[in-house]
């Protein structure tokens, strides 16, 4: 089982930017998968973008897209979500992902969670 701590939530204008990590423990992180999900109020959590074990492809959605980069670090154990140009339509708990594959497509179970954390676009 990984434990996933997800950092770097917090308040920003629209237009801003912020940058999310997550940290992995409990695992051989480099071997796996892993994404990013987001939940707004009154709304199901959604896909918001994967990234392979080697950190060589990723995937995102529409509403992210040219916005939105994740990268990886295999010799740290985290993942990052930079976010730019952000939106108050982004306003939401963002949550790290963690697979069992090394390829995960948006439908791909998730492995493991991590507790979230809040990120707030003001306009």
Same mark, same amino acid.
């Given at each position: 089982?990984?434990?996933l701590v997800e950092s770097g939530g917090g308040l920003v204008?629209?237009?801003?930017?912020?940058?999310?990590?997550?940290?992995?423990?409990?695992?051989?992180?480099?071997?796996?998968?892993?994404?990013?999900?987001?939940?707004?109020?009154?709304? +199901?959590? +959604?896909?918001?973008?994967?990234?392979?074990?080697?950190?060589?492809?990723?995937?995102?959605?529409?509403?992210?897209?040219?916005?939105?980069?994740?990268?990886?670090?295999?010799?740290?154990?985290t993942v990052n979500l930079q976010m730019n140009s952000l939106?108050? +339509?982004?306003?939401?708990?963002?949550?790290?992902?963690?697979?069992?594959?090394?390829?995960?497509?948006?439908?791909?179970?998730?492995?493991?969670?991590?507790?979230?954390?809040?990120?707030?676009?003001?306009?």
């Amino acid at each position: 089982q990984v434990q996933l701590v997800e950092s770097g939530g917090g308040l920003v204008q629209a237009g801003g930017s912020l940058r999310l990590s997550c940290a992995a423990s409990g695992r051989t992180f480099s071997n796996y998968a892993m994404g990013w999900f987001r939940q707004a109020p009154g709304k +199901e959590r +959604e896909f918001v973008g994967t990234i392979s074990w080697s950190g060589g492809s990723t995937y995102y959605a529409d509403p992210v897209k040219g916005r939105f980069t994740i990268s990886r670090d295999n010799a740290k154990n985290t993942v990052n979500l930079q976010m730019n140009s952000l939106k108050p +339509e982004d306003t939401a708990v963002y949550y790290c992902a963690a697979y069992s594959v090394r390829y995960a497509s948006p439908t791909q179970q998730v492995a493991s969670w991590g507790q979230g954390t809040q990120v707030t676009v003001s306009s």
